[in-house]
């Protein structure tokens, strides 16, 4: 289970933006123009403290929970985002034509995660219109590309590769590094039986 709440700055930032706001109501009362700033800094904190009231996700293995409404992954027929990432906004396409917009108001790295982990589970969907099994096939194919076209260093010197290649051959036609079978007897034992 993985739990996804609101982010806290946006809590700070609708308190600064509600600050600004009466004070450029405060200065509009003398300087009329200065009501402009301040019905944009009031919606501004209207939205910021309203995605900052936004109810937890919350991803199980077999539904997503959005506050107090559950939706069970069979029912997901596609995942589709849009161009917001932070606060991320994804759109939910149920079975019975239903479209639930999802809205998390997180930071960047928690909203990658969880379009990440929304894409991985809603396995009976299709991923921005491409099939599931496609999407992640493309995506592990670009991993393993990536993977390939990395650069490789050289660790050792043309001589020592070459040392180390030899003593690799010399060890392979010996077949074993140190001695083989049981260990040697020690010869304290038979100078005991010799005694007696």
Not at 41 to 52: D, G, M
Not at 102 to 126: F, I, N
Request: hydrophobic share 45%; charged share 20%.
């Amino acid at each position: 289970m993985s739990r996804y709440v609101p982010a806290r700055h946006y809590v700070s930032f609708g308190v600064v933006a509600l600050a600004l706001a009466g004070f450029s109501a405060w200065l509009g009362m003398s300087w009329s123009p200065a009501f402009f700033p301040a019905a944009m800094f009031l919606l501004s904190a209207v939205l910021l403290l309203a995605l900052a009231a936004r109810p937890a996700i919350t991803v199980h293995d077999d539904h997503v929970q959005i506050g107090k409404r559950i939706i069970p992954w069979q029912d997901v027929r596609s995942v589709d985002r849009t161009g917001w990432i932070s606060p991320l906004v994804v759109k939910l396409s149920m079975f019975d034509d239903e479209a639930v917009w999802l809205v998390y108001p997180g930071e960047v790295d928690g909203c990658k995660h969880l379009l990440r982990t929304l894409r991985q589970m809603a396995s009976y969907a299709r991923i921005d219109g491409i099939p599931y099994r496609q999407y992640w096939g493309e995506m592990l194919g670009a991993q393993e590309a990536r993977r390939m076209a990395s650069p490789r260093y050289r660790v050792l010197r043309i001589e020592d590769e070459e040392e180390v290649e030899r003593l690799y051959f010399l060890l392979k036609t010996v077949g074993h590094i140190g001695p083989t079978g049981s260990e040697p007897r020690n010869s304290s034992h038979h100078n005991s039986g010799d005694e007696r």
